[in-house]
């Protein structure tokens, strides 16, 4: 079974500053999909950044950014310029490849930004 | 459109009592999950479905727990005899289904389900 550890419950940053967030995963399959999702308080949960196993380049979509390492089974997040919007609770994510649709998510870690 | 919606946004039930959450996907998505996030925990896959037909369940969806997607479209989770190891956050997510590859799955802001 696939498994996804976010060693990190809590991180802090200051507003403007980079933050990374950890991911590492566990898996037997070649082909699959990485998430990171972003829980606000008390709203949804919305897509924040993707990354295709098959694909050696990092995903980057606007500040956010990943550093994906296929081999170590790592899958960390980059925020750069952060802002006090960022607060949230941030969700690594796993999906197989195959017809296995379904999300294997880490416990989370929960972002602060200061002021 | 205006996304994922789930009712009712929270739930106090008293132990042994059922229980039914709804979930409104986004039109004509096709594929219709649901987890269940406890607290301090991530979402933790429970079922999922391709239009009406129910493909796959969790270990986690005990005999007590049903889900249902009636003409593909809105799907009702149901608690039966409900404990207080149910209490958690419901939620709810859609996806189209993908030509290839990846389906981002839209989430909705979940039921809080919580057992006295």
């Known amino acids: 079974a696939q498994t996804v550890t976010q060693s990190q419950p809590e991180m802090s940053v200051q507003e403007a500053e980079t933050v990374t967030l950890s991911c590492t995963y566990d898996?037997?399959?070649?082909?699959?999909?990485l998430f990171w999702y972003k829980q606000p308080p008390s709203r949804q949960m919305i897509l924040v950044i993707r990354?295709?196993?098959?694909?050696?380049q990092n995903a980057t979509e606007n500040r956010f950014s990943v550093n994906f390492q296929k081999a170590a089974k790592s899958f960390s997040l980059k925020i750069s310029d952060s802002q006090l919007g960022d607060a949230a609770m941030y969700f690594c994510a796993y999906e197989g490849g195959g017809s296995n649709y379904k999300l294997t998510f880490g416990k989370g870690t929960l972002l602060t930004v200061n002021p | 459109d205006t996304g994922v919606s789930q009712n009712p946004r929270h739930k106090i039930t008293k132990r042994g009592q059922n229980v039914t959450f709804r979930c409104d996907p986004i039109?004509?998505?096709?594929?219709l999950y649901w987890y269940r996030q406890t607290l301090g925990q991530g979402p933790e896959f429970l079922t999922y479905?391709?239009?009406?037909?129910?493909?796959?369940k969790s270990r986690l969806l005990s005999d007590r727990f049903s889900a249902e997607r009636p003409k593909g479209s809105f799907s009702t989770l149901e608690i039966q005899r409900t404990e207080q190891g149910d209490s958690a956050m419901y939620l709810c997510a859609s996806s189209p289904v993908p030509g290839q590859g990846w389906n981002e799955q839209f989430f909705g802001p979940g039921t809080r389900l919580t057992v006295l």
């Open positions: 039109s004509e998505h096709n594929r």
């Open positions: 898996t037997s399959e070649s082909d699959y999909y």
């Open positions: 479905f391709q239009n009406e037909a129910q493909l796959e």
């Open positions: 990354q295709e196993a098959y694909k050696q």
